[in-house]
């Protein structure tokens, strides 16, 4: 349970940039458009969640995102689980301990990174380091204020995105070996669950 809710708090993670932009609101309209540039795309991720600056969890894998309703998280170390979104359904399958949860998210939800940046109002930008090359994001939403910052690399795709959260939590991923416009086989999100599965099924 813990496992599906870190991730969907802080599940779906990427932005582009262009340098010449003068205007920092225009970095977001830039994202969309990479978004929809670069889609299908994999890339490998970390994930490190911090509790009162303290690192309390590790993990990595791989993302296929197809478009932002259709995306899979495929967590490889040091477990295997899988979060599977589709059209406002997710399946969270944690293999070790032969757990099924799905459920729907809302649309808006605060938390979820995709629709921040391509909602109608993602969030206020609020400074732009070049030095860093990173965005800071700040969002209000129904679950507390977050702050986002977004390091983004020369090829115009995130190499480090950080959330902090009202409650202290920070959850830092790291992208690498971005593969754009790849084809992806539906198989990919079908899940193959051992017969004794014991599902969850959440509001």
């Known amino acids: 349970m813990k496992g599906a809710k870190t991730f969907v708090a802080a599940a779906?993670?990427?932005?582009?940039?262009s340098p010449r932009l003068p205007a920092p609101i225009s970095l977001v309209e830039q994202v969309r458009a990479k978004i929809i540039h670069s889609q299908p795309f994999r890339t490998d991720f970390v994930?490190?969640?911090?509790?009162?600056?303290?690192?309390?969890?590790?993990e990595s894998g791989f993302i296929i995102f197809v478009d932002r309703a259709h995306v899979k998280w495929q967590?490889?170390?040091?477990?295997?689980?899988?979060?599977?979104?589709?059209?406002g359904r997710y399946q969270f399958f944690d293999r070790e301990n032969n757990q099924l949860i799905s459920g729907s998210i809302s649309p808006g939800n605060e938390q979820i990174i995709w629709d921040l940046l391509c909602a109608p109002k993602?969030?206020?930008?609020?400074?732009?380091?070049?030095?860093?090359?990173?965005?800071?994001?700040?969002?209000d939403g129904g679950?507390?204020?977050?702050?986002?910052?977004?390091?983004?690399?020369?090829?115009?795709?995130?190499?480090?995105?950080?959330?902090t959260a009202a409650s202290e939590v920070t959850h830092v991923y790291q992208f690498r070996n971005y593969r754009t416009g790849v084809t992806v086989d539906?198989?990919?999100?079908t899940l193959d669950l051992p017969a004794d599965v014991e599902i969850i099924e959440q509001e």
């Open 75 to 87: 967590y490889l170390r040091p477990e295997y689980k899988t979060f599977i979104l589709e059209n």
């Open 186 to 189: 539906a198989r990919e999100f």
């Open 143 to 163: 679950s507390g204020p977050q702050e986002l910052k977004i390091r983004i690399t020369s090829d115009l795709l995130p190499e480090r995105v950080e959330q």
């Open 12 to 17: 779906f993670l990427i932005l582009c940039f």
């Open 47 to 58: 994930q490190q969640v911090f509790i009162d600056g303290e690192m309390s969890l590790e």
């Open 122 to 139: 993602p969030g206020q930008v609020s400074r732009w380091e070049e030095k860093t090359r990173t965005i800071q994001l700040n969002v």
